[in-house]
Structure formats: C-alpha cells, structure tokens
C-alpha cells in the first residue's frame, strides 16, 4: 500500500504526522487525535492521509506492541475509507461491504462502539444499494432506515455520514431508476423516481433554509427526476402509438415546467446546476411536442387530419428548442438530440404524406353515398306516392342515387353522369358522331 503525498492537500501531515516519535510515550492520545482529525476530513481526503500514516509508521516503527496497536487502527481506518472509495468510484457494492465488515472487526477489537455502529450502519447502505440494483426496492428502502438507525447511535461520527447518506440517496434512488427504464421496467422505475423524489425533497427541508440556494436546487431537483421519468415514459408510448393517452394529458410537461424556476434560483454558476437547466428546458419542449405531435397522429389515425402548416412550424421550433438545448449538456444527452433529429424528420414526413392527392379522393365519399342512398329513396318514393307528380320507378331510384352522390362527393358527384343518365351521354356521343 503505497501513498501518493502529491494527492494530499498542503498540511494534511502536519499534525498528527509530526507526533509519530512521541508514539510510544502518548499513544492513547495519538490514536484520538488520529481518528479525529480523518474524520474530519472528506472521504477523498481521508484515505490517502490514513496510507501516509500506514507508510510513515513502515518506516518508523520499532515493532513495539503499542505500534502494533496503532497500525490495527490505521488499517481499519483504510478499510473503512477504502470501502467508501470503492463505492463511490467502482460501484462495486460486494466488495465494499466486505471493507466495511472489516472495519466492523477492526473497530470491535479496538472496543470502540461508536465506530463499529457507524461500520454497520455504511455496510448496511452499501447493501440497500445492492439490493436496489437487483430492484429489490422493499428491502432496499428497509435496509437505508437500518443503516440510518446504526449512524444514530453512532455519536459525532454517524452525524457526518448520516448527511453524506442523506445527500446520496436521491442520485442512488435516481441512477436505479435509470437502470429499470433501460429495461423498459417502468413499474419500477416509477416507485423509484419517486423514492427518489421524496428523498431530495427531505434533503432540501432538513438542510436547507427556504432563502438558500440549495434549498430551491433539491427542490428542482425533485421535480426534475418526475420530468425525466415523464419524458421517457412518453416517449415509450409515443413510438408505441398511444397518440390517445399522450394528446389527453395536460399536465405531460407539468413537472418539467415547474423545475425551472426551481433550478433557476439554485447555484446557476455551478455547470451541474446550469446542464440539469438545459435539459429541464429541453424535457419541456419535448413533453409539449410529443402532446401536440399526439393529437395530430390521432386526427391522422382517425383520418380527419389536414395538413395546418402553422402548427406543424410551431413544433418544428419547439423540437428544435429541445435541440438546442439538450445540445448544451454535453455528450450525455446525445440520445435526446438523435431523438429530436428523428422527430424533425417524422414532422416533415407527417406533412409530406398527409397532403390529400386525387388517389385519395373518394376514399370514404362512397361510403357516405351508400348510407344515404336508402333514406333519400324511402322519401322519394313516399313524396312521389303522396303528390300529383308521378315518377316512373327508375326515376325514382336515379333521383335517389344523384341525391346520394352528391350529398358524398358534392360536386364531385358529376363523374358519375354516365352512369346515371346513359341515355343523355349515349345521345350527345351519337351528336358528335354526326
């Protein structure tokens, strides 16, 4: 184990690193002030100041038993930090959960209580983390409320960490819930984001006072987890045809809408903050677009649909709004900004293929023809039995059948004169023929 003294910030030796030759004379007060002055400092910075200790008392040390002591609690502070580092960077949450039952061990054997809770309360985490990856929500959301529980009892040291769970939570909820919709597991999803949802919300009240900052951002955030589920779960029943579901949900960008002002008065000097600001207006966009797009592939599906240039440019801007938007995030959100290609493209396809062409004329005017031809024939024929004109029966049915035709295809209705009136074409053919 070897330590890199360039990763740690200037005077993170200085204390405790200078007191190694006074090990043997105070070594009681050296091991507090040890422990104190690593948990005093952030996950990132602790470990490698817990293997510079490791690697000065190497070198240092003169195989006493008050050295051995001191090293079995430099190693389980190692474990304890290298288990978190293991967390947060590899995501391997097996292996991390053994580094914290090695703490557990460590901490026990060196009686201190506190730690140990502590220990059992970060290994519990790691496992609801485990769990939540194998979307064993249940048992997940239990085992967060242990680990919680253990940090209580924890003293000085479970408070610290409490928070770092507290901060972490939302993102964890949120990363799993991203993880299910990858598989097209939107039941989960749902129960996730909304874990997610409250967990940020609970971060926002419990830490924050309504005039911070941050307050507002976890707020935002809450609401911004809720827009992404939104636009994926749309955007799923969109290429599914569930045009009727999406065009009656008014409040599709809902969520996206309210994030922005939200977002708007967090740190907006920070690029996370300004990234999740571009993409909640880009989810907006989108939302609107897919609800309108909706209502318009139902008019096309319901083949009542005619071409309305103007809407179709609104959304043509709306998309690409959206693109624009998604495009300042970064690589990340490339997905979003194929997607808002592809639905450029199914706009102008949409106009393309629904301007009306003389193929389509007639397609439901015969049906129409047909359905009034037998009431326009039953009132024909009951007027001309009740008046003192008297029409011959094929009269009557020719008269019911151009009343029928026009009423389906109007004017339109004059491409059928030959089959109607045969006798006055076949006189007018006879006419030119002479």
């Known amino acids: 184990m070897s330590a890199d003294n360039s990763s740690v910030p200037q005077g993170s030796q200085t204390s405790v690193a200078q007191t190694m030759p006074a090990l043997v004379a105070s070594s ?83 009686g201190r209580v506190e730690l140990r809770d502590l220990s ?44 770092f769970i507290d901060f972490s ?50 707020l935002g955030m809450s609401l911004f987890y809720q827009a992404y589920y939104k636009c994926m779960r749309a955007l799923n029943e969109f290429n599914q045809f569930e045009y009727d579901r999406l065009a009656r949900d008014e409040s599709l960008a809902r969520e996206a809408s309210d994030a922005l002002p939200q977002l708007a008065r967090g740190d907006v000097t920070n690029i996370i903050v300004q990234r999740l600001n571009y993409q909640a207006i880009g989810y907006k966009a989108l939302l609107e677009s897919i609800h309108e797009l909706a209502a318009i592939m139902q008019k096309v599906f319901n ?52 301007k009306p062409s003389k193929k389509d004329f007639g397609a439901l005017s015969g049906l129409v023809s047909c359905a009034l031809f037998l009431p326009l024939f039953l009132i024909i024929s009951w007027v001309n039995a009740n008046s003192s004109v008297k029409l011959e029966g094929k009269a009557v049915i020719a008269a019911a059948m151009v009343m029928a035709l026009i009423g389906g295809f109007g004017f339109g209705a004059l491409k059928f004169k030959s089959l109607i009136f045969p006798s006055l074409v076949r006189s007018r053919a006879e006419k030119n023929d002479e």
């Open 28 to 110: 009681t007060a050296l091991v507090e002030q040890t422990i104190d002055e690593v948990f005093d400092r952030e996950p990132e910075e602790a470990l490698p100041l817990v293997e510079q200790l490791l690697d000065q008392l190497t070198s240092h040390a003169s195989g006493t038993v008050v050295d051995a002591g001191y090293r079995t609690v430099l190693e389980t502070l190692w474990n304890f930090f290298n288990a978190i580092r293991v967390m947060r960077t590899e995501a391997n949450a097996a292996e991390s959960f053994n580094g914290f039952q090695a703490a557990v061990s460590g901490f026990d054997q060196l």
């Open 120 to 163: 059992v309360g970060m290994g519990t985490y790691v496992s609801a983390i485990a769990e939540l990856q194998k979307y064993n929500i249940g048992e997940a959301v239990s085992r967060f409320a242990k680990g919680k529980d253990y940090l209580k009892n924890a003293g000085k040291f479970g408070s610290k960490f409490e928070t």
């Open 169 to 218: 939570e939302p993102d964890i909820l949120f990363t799993s819930a991203v993880q299910a919709l990858l598989v097209l597991d939107y039941a989960t999803a749902k129960t996730l984001i909304d874990r997610a949802t409250q967990a940020s919300v609970l971060v926002a009240n419990k830490y924050f006072a309504p005039s911070e900052p941050n307050y507002d951002f976890f």
């Open 303 to 354: 083949s009542t649909f005619k071409t309305d240039l103007t809407a179709l440019t609104k959304l043509r801007t709306k998309v690409q709004n959206a693109n624009d938007s998604f495009s300042k995030v970064g690589p990340d959100a490339a997905p979003l900004v194929r997607f808002c290609t592809q639905l450029t493209n199914q706009i102008n396809n949409l106009e393309r293929l629904a």
